[in-house]
């Protein structure tokens, strides 16, 4: 079966970090692009960044410079650093990956800062 499993998220004051892990199972973790998603109460499931099988990386604008995604494909593992963190990045974070033919979503973790 098919894993996506996220770990990492938690409550942390504004300013603070947190690093968030997805390790996937089964798929073919090496040639899949990574995303990472958001969802705030009341808001829109938000694309936040992505990492591809080359390893080129983009994210939305109202986290460059404080987010960065990278991936390890030797442990199937991509991550999300997020630094300097505001109370609006407050949301549930999906891990998601696909590829040719076939997509699969984590179960989300919780983030939220306090203010």
């Known amino acids: 079966q098919v894993q996506l499993v996220e770990s990492g998220g938690g409550t942390v004051q504004a300013g603070g970090s947190l690093r968030l892990s997805c390790v996937g199972s089964?798929?073919?973790?090496?040639?899949?692009?990574m995303n990472w998603h958001r969802r705030a109460p009341g808001n829109e499931r938000e694309l936040v960044a992505s990492?591809?099988?080359?390893?080129?990386?983009n994210y939305v604008d109202s986290v460059k410079g404080r987010f960065t995604i990278s991936r390890d494909n030797a442990r199937n593992t991509v991550y999300l650093q997020m630094n300097s963190l505001k109370p609006e990045d407050t949301a549930v974070y999906y891990c998601?990956?696909?590829?040719?033919?076939?997509?699969?979503w984590g179960q989300g973790t919780q983030v939220t800062v306090s203010s």
């Open positions: 998601h990956a696909f590829g040719w033919g076939y997509e699969y």
């Open positions: 089964i798929f073919p973790f090496n040639n899949s692009t």
């Open positions: 990492i591809s099988k080359a390893g080129v990386t």
